[in-house]
């Protein structure tokens, strides 16, 4: 290994995600614009649910009606005033009200998105009190907290890299280098460039300004590498 080697990277966050639409709704929440913070758990998307709550309200007044029905038929089967058929139809019709119950609760989940994660709004796809549907996209996200660095090596790097060896990253936007560490090393050579793609990290996870995005370049040092 020559006394320094380099390649070109790329930091990219740890997971990133587009928020869609489950249901069919009018938008009536989109609290953070593009670039604001959010935390997890924070609500994301409220879409106006009246109609989906009020299938609830209904699915829970049918259930409670048959559960009477069925209470009633019960009490006359005990005293052999009605057939056991009946009996057995009134506690289907029970179960299958509880079914529609569970169902109309399922849409009423979906009335709220919340953030899975620590993150920052990349893109509002929508706007408040637009309609949309199903796999409408509404928000694009993306994690904020320890980027990675995704780098392109050739091949025959693989002689001596591998997860643990340190190395600085020259960051192009801001002209900071710092100190960083191979990760992981991709399963794969790509056959016609015969490069691998390996992922580092920064040793210090409380670097600021770094912005999923920024390029840079990853500079391994020989004696380093030896160390390792």
């Not at 069919?24 to 997890?40: C, M, T």
């Not at 509880?98 to 009335?111: H, S, W």
């Not at 960051?171 to 710092?178: F, M, P, S, V, Y």
Request: charged share 25%.
């Amino acid at each position: 290994v020559e006394s320094e080697q380099e390649a070109r990277g790329l930091i990219t966050p740890v997971s990133e995600a587009t928020i869609s639409s489950e249901i069919l709704a009018r938008i009536k929440k989109l609290p953070y614009r593009n670039g604001e913070r959010f935390e997890k758990g924070a609500l994301l998307v409220e879409f106006d649910c009246g109609a989906y709550y009020a299938e609830v309200a209904v699915a829970s007044a049918t259930h409670e009606r048959e559960t009477k029905r069925l209470e009633n038929l019960r009490r006359l089967a005990s005293l052999n005033a009605t057939s056991e058929l009946e009996v057995a139809i009134a506690e289907a019709d029970v179960k299958k009200a509880a079914a529609e119950i569970r169902l109309a609760r399922v849409n009423v989940n979906r009335c709220k998105l919340l953030a899975p994660y620590d993150g920052m709004v990349v893109d509002r796809l929508a706007e408040e009190h637009e309609s949309v549907g199903p796999q409408t996209e509404v928000l694009s996200i993306l994690a904020i907290g320890d980027p990675e660095i995704e780098i392109i090596l050739p091949s025959e790097w693989l002689r001596w890299v591998k997860a643990d060896i340190p190395f600085e990253f020259l960051i192009d936007e801001t002209g900071e280098r710092l100190a960083a560490v191979i990760t992981r090393v991709g399963a794969t050579i790509d056959p016609v460039s015969q490069t691998i793609k390996v992922i580092g990290k920064f040793q210090d996870p409380a670097v600021a300004g770094i912005i999923a995005g920024m390029s840079g370049t990853a500079i391994f040092f020989a004696e380093r590498i030896g160390q390792q």
